[in-house]
């Protein structure tokens, strides 16, 4: 295991419980040394593989686009276990450079290492509830290694679905749930007898396996009502819009019911549900353009008047919040520009300001720390002390300070408007789902 992995393995479990506090996992690995090939979904792009390598057991190493590794980032991609993957616009000798790739997973297999593939190959640029085609890649890695080895050791393949409440969005939660491990051994007669066949089958298999562990929304355009369904019911996946008493679990089960029911429905066909899918997108269309969110209508139906609860909080936490914006507000502006300004998709920022964020805030409160010691503290261990748990809570309490004084404003906006008209659509579209959506 290489000191950049282990360094980012442990410290990252931090940055990411600060991302998504809320993170569960269903029949996670027990094994350090699997002997694996891990296959996911690619659901957020960069973030995928540090949420399935830092809170899961096994050593994995990482099949990555080949064009990150620029010349200055080779030596911390390497030391991270990221292994290039060259695609035919990579430019020349792709196929010798894969070739030697390969080698390096065959080794990485026979010593009992193990390999996290992201098997649809690409990332969408919007969050969509769905999984992709996968290639076969995984499968083709796995036998070629086998064929190295003479077969002499079990080489398997397992898939991790990575479930996202809502990737980009800090505070929001994951469910990892793991497939039963494939061992590749079992198929040696066979594959000796017709690889390809062999091969596609397998992978057939593995994208079954691999949808039953997400939500998959067979239809890519109705994807928007079923997380719509979502924020109405309160039930699911949504990171804004869920009940509490549901735990992570119970909302991701509810989340898949709702999707492989929408599945089975004809839905080029069946009136009643395009007629309810057109009224939620004109619900939800009309409180974007009024500048609002259904947990606020939520709470106006409800009776729900938390708003001077959210004043009081900020107002309380004012002495910490101003702490908090000391310790990382600088590093935050930065990350924020420097990432928006050099990434193009978007899809990538959360993960990048993540990493990025997660170095800078180290290095600005060293300094902060190392200042106060030398000027009040007087003591290192107490200065350390501080450092770890000081910088990270403030800032924790500062952004959810901000927050309820955001949404204090918005309800003090929503307790002034008139909005009856979207009160009504709301009963009537929720009246619908009881009526047509047995599993809402």
């Given amino acids: 295991m290489r000191l950049a992995y282990l360094a980012l393995k442990f410290t990252l479990k931090f940055s990411l419980w600060v991302y998504y ?35 899961q057991k096994p050593i994995v190493f990482f099949m990555t686009r080949a064009d990150v590794f620029k010349p200055i980032m080779k030596p911390i991609l390497w030391a991270a276990h990221m292994l290039p993957i060259y695609r035919a616009h990579d430019g020349e ?27 649809e190959g690409f990332t969408d640029d919007v969050f969509i ?10 499968a083709r890695i796995g036998f070629g290694a086998l064929e190295k080895i003479n077969w002499s050791k079990n080489i398997y393949i397992q898939t991790v679905g990575v479930n996202y409440t809502e990737p980009n969005k800090f505070g929001s939660g994951t469910l990892i749930s793991n497939g039963n491990p494939i061992c ?20 057939q298999q593995i994208e079954k396996d691999l949808r039953s562990q997400l939500t998959h929304v067979d239809k890519k355009d109705w994807a928007p009502f079923h997380e719509n369904v979502m924020r109405l019911t309160r039930k699911g996946m949504n990171p804004d819009n869920f009940d509490k008493k ?5 909302r991701w089960k509810y989340s898949q019911q709702l999707a492989n029911w929408l599945n089975k429905q004809d839905l080029e066909k069946d009136e009643e549900l395009i007629g309810l899918k057109k009224d939620t997108d004109r619900y939800f269309a009309l409180l974007k353009r009024s500048k609002l969110d259904e947990k606020y209508m939520f709470n106006l139906v409800n009776e729900e008047t938390t708003r001077y609860k959210d004043l009081m909080f900020f107002i309380l936490s004012l002495p ?7 310790h990382g507000f600088i590093p935050y502006i930065i990350t924020k520009k420097f990432v928006e300004k050099t990434m193009k998709r978007k899809v990538f920022w959360s993960s990048v300001k993540m990493m990025v964020g997660h170095i800078l805030m180290g290095l600005y409160n060293v300094g902060i720390v190392m200042l106060l010691n030398a000027l009040i503290i007087k003591n290192t261990p107490l200065a ?9 809570m403030s800032g924790l309490i500062a952004y959810r300070a ?6 204090f404003k918005i309800k003090s906006k929503l307790a002034k408007q008139d909005v009856s008209t979207l009160v009504k659509m709301r009963k009537d579209i929720k009246e619908k789902i009881e009526a047509l959506i047995p599993v809402a």
Wanted: proline residues 5%; contains cysteine; hydrophobic residues 40%.
């Fill in 21 to 55: 506090p809320r993170t569960r996992k269903i029949n996670e690995p027990t094994k350090r040394f699997a002997r694996t090939i891990f296959v996911s979904n690619h659901a957020a792009s960069f973030m995928d593989p540090l949420v399935v390598a830092s809170n």
């Fill in 93 to 119: 000798d792709t196929k010798k450079k894969n070739e030697e790739v390969f080698e390096k997973c065959n080794r990485i297999l026979k010593h009992g290492r193990s390999l996290l593939i992201f098997g």
């Fill in 129 to 138: 509830r769905r999984l992709k085609p996968l290639k076969k890649g995984a």
């Fill in 184 to 203: 590749l051994n079992d198929y040696q007669k066979e594959y000796e007898e017709n690889p390809n066949r062999v091969i596609t089958h397998l992978t």
């Fill in 246 to 250: 549901y735990t992570l679990v119970e």
């Fill in 320 to 326: 910490v919040t101003i702490l908090g914006l000391i």
């Fill in 384 to 392: 350390w002390a501080y450092f770890f748990l000081v910088p990270m």
């Fill in 402 to 407: 901000i927050q309820r004084l955001k949404d």
